[in-house]
């Protein structure tokens, strides 16, 4: 069976004025948790970001990627560039949006090895590698549920999953209880709580530490009224995992053994860690 190309889609007949901008992680944000938050950040600021050099020119039309996966990206917007605003590290252009694709924004995924560093090229020599494989049943809105054992999360991306009652982690989360893992990339250090049930289950404690960063956990506390840290610091370096699930009907004190058995194994407690106790 021969495979679909992105332009066998698209149809775009003058490729000679049309580039393409693929986004990926920059070192400090991630553009897929920008876009499960909102498409614009994407769309606007990612697509149209300058730095020293001209990417666009008015006139070009600019097809914006996010990378969602190993040679795996998604099409978020395709826009016609209307006028250029001489700013440098800033938001250097405007454009429309073309409504004829529209259909496609946000849904359609393509395969393609990306081999060179930067992130701007004209599209002619690209897009005929570019494979469809898939269009997805409605906008991508972030990664589904992997399943227990593969839980990883950045704090930006649970805020996500909560803000957006994002339905398959909904569903997963909310009558589990669990021993679970939040780790600070900055420091290495680990904090292990519990879901036992009379504290709420999995998505109530986690739905917590969005609300608030700390989720009433007296070292974490700290961090959140720490002026030099605050919030900003738990939303750059915390990232969440799930040591062991259980059902409802699991009774709390054994979760609260095994908790403390995970404690002594990460050595998450002070000094180490963050866990008081």
Not at 62 to 88: H, N, P, S
């Amino acid at each position: 069976m021969k495979n679909i190309m992105l332009n066998d889609l698209l149809r775009i007949e003058d490729l000679s004025t049309t580039k393409i901008k693929f986004n990926i992680h920059n070192g400090v944000e991630d553009p897929m948790d920008e876009y499960t938050k909102n498409p614009d950040i994407v769309n606007n600021q990612w697509l149209f970001w300058r730095t020293k050099q001209r990417y666009f020119s008015v006139g070009e039309t600019a097809m914006c990627f996010l990378r969602i996966g190993y040679d795996q990206w998604l099409l978020t917007t395709i826009k016609k560039v209307t006028k250029e605003l001489d700013k440098i590290n800033d938001i250097n252009y405007e454009g429309v949006e073309l409504d004829e694709y529209s259909k496609y924004y946000g849904r359609v995924v393509i395969k393609y090895h990306k081999t060179f560093q930067s992130g701007v090229r004209w599209s002619e020599p690209l897009i005929d590698d570019m494979e469809v494989l898939q269009i997805l049943p409605s906008a991508f809105d972030g990664v589904d549920f992997p399943g227990y054992d593969k839980v990883h999360l950045s704090y930006n991306q649970l805020e996500t999953i909560i803000k957006r009652q994002k339905i398959d982690w909904i569903k997963a989360l909310e009558n589990q209880k669990a021993i679970y893992l939040i780790r600070d990339d900055y420091n290495g250090k680990h904090y292990v709580g519990s879901a036992t049930g009379d504290n709420g289950m999995l998505l109530q404690r986690w739905s917590s530490y969005v609300l608030n960063g700390h989720g009433g956990n007296i070292e974490l506390l700290n961090i959140v009224n720490d002026s030099g840290k605050g919030m900003d610091y738990i939303k750059k370096n915390f990232n969440f995992s799930i040591l062991e699930n259980y059902n409802s009907r699991v009774d709390r004190n054994f979760i609260l053994q095994r908790e403390n058995w995970w404690k002594d194994i990460l050595g998450s407690k002070k000094p180490y860690g963050y866990n008081a106790n």
